[in-house]
């Protein structure tokens, strides 16, 4: 049903318009919303108004309306004055009770309809059945931007994205769990990723700076029909869980540059233990301090140039090759060449995922 401000805010800017008070109430007789003057009706009577078979009635000095959803009445509008302007007055109130009750029961049906396309719980004739009976077009080029922020802070962050992503823009925002925020954003066209970064961006930086909520985002690939969007929440959320396990110091990931993350991360975790014990035996690249964990990284990411990474690192050359040939003697790995180089990183992405889905497992 409508939140009691949402029906308040609309009472007192009818009531400052037309200068009569209302009142609304649920079948029941509970006070949802009424403006300062208006006295209160006779709960015995709303109740027994709303169980009668007429739309209207006088109820002591004041007409009472029903606003009803699908011949069910749903609220009573009580508008103070028995004359002929207040019945008019309390007819347009109830009208406009009545488009807010019917634009509540579409965001309602359309959220539904999100969650369940996200989870593949509809049938492909669902799909487009449903989309055209809510007026959502079928073929828009769209993505699926994944917000994952603490249990507590969600309600913040939904609100904020609303306000930023708008359904008069093609965008929507759902949930589908308690702590992440989903956006179906819609795009120019399908190769508008550049867009979709921005956007993400956007809103994590407005997140973190405005409303000071700690937020990470994944989004999938661009998919230009409704039927295809439920892939792209599954890429959203691989990207989100890939990118907190082998890209932490990043905010945004993107399905489409996790590169070899993406693989390890699908791999059996059984496997992944036979893997470590054939190339290290008892000993793990987990377990390398943070000085050697720090130094391999550099020297990766300088193709293997020792020079450069002694410069990054603030270190003589050869206090660098010492380590290099420390890390060989603990691994049996020589960093130096290309192929026990990558052996090494893939190693230690592969004991980042182990260590990920342990944390998970005791949680």
């Given at each position: ?45 709303i109740v ?73 719980n509809l ?5 487009h059945n ?234």
């Amino acid at each position: 049903m409508i939140s009691s401000q949402v029906i308040r805010s609309c009472l007192e800017e009818l009531c400052s318009i037309t200068r009569t008070e209302f009142c609304v109430q649920d079948p029941g007789g509970n006070v949802l919303a009424a403006t300062e003057n208006m006295p209160i009706p006779d709960t015995d009577l709303i109740v027994s108004f709303a169980r009668s078979a007429v739309d209207s009635q006088i109820v002591g000095s004041s007409y009472s309306l029903k606003v009803r959803d699908d011949e069910e009445t749903v609220l009573i509008l009580t508008a103070a004055g028995e004359n002929d302007y207040t019945f008019m007055v309390a007819r347009m109130a109830v009208s406009e009770l009545q488009h807010l009750v019917e634009a509540y029961k579409e965001k309602l049906d359309r959220n539904s309809f999100f969650q369940n396309l996200l989870l593949d719980n509809l049938l492909p004739v669902d799909i487009h059945n449903r989309s055209r009976k809510l007026r959502i077009p079928y073929q828009v080029p769209r993505a699926i931007l994944l917000f994952e922020v603490e249990t507590e802070q969600d309600r913040i962050a939904s609100e904020l994205l609303s306000g930023l992503f708008t359904v008069g823009s093609g965008d929507y925002l759902t949930e589908v769990d308690e702590n992440r925020v989903i956006l179906i954003k819609s795009l120019d066209d399908p190769d508008s990723y550049p867009q979709l970064e921005e956007s993400a961006r956007t809103a994590v930086d407005m997140l973190n700076m405005e409303a000071m909520v700690k937020v990470r985002a994944s989004y999938g690939t661009i998919v230009e029909d409704l039927g295809e969007l439920s892939r792209s929440y599954k890429e959203a959320c691989m990207a989100m869980d890939v990118g907190k396990i082998f890209r932490a110091e990043y905010t945004v990931s993107s399905y489409n540059e996790l590169g070899i993350g993406r693989l390890i991360y699908q791999l059996p975790v059984g496997l992944c233990r036979m893997f470590l014990q054939e190339i290290f035996g008892d000993s793990r690249p987990m377990e390398l301090d943070n000085e050697l964990q720090t130094t391999v990284n550099t020297f990766l990411e300088n193709n293997l140039n020792v020079s450069e990474t002694s410069r990054q690192l603030f270190v003589h050359r050869n206090t660098l090759v010492y380590r290099i040939e420390k890390l060989q003697k603990s691994t049996g790995l020589d960093i130096r060449t290309f192929e026990d180089a990558m052996t090494l990183r893939i190693a230690m992405m592969v004991s980042a995922y182990m260590r990920y889905q342990d944390s998970r497992d005791r949680q």
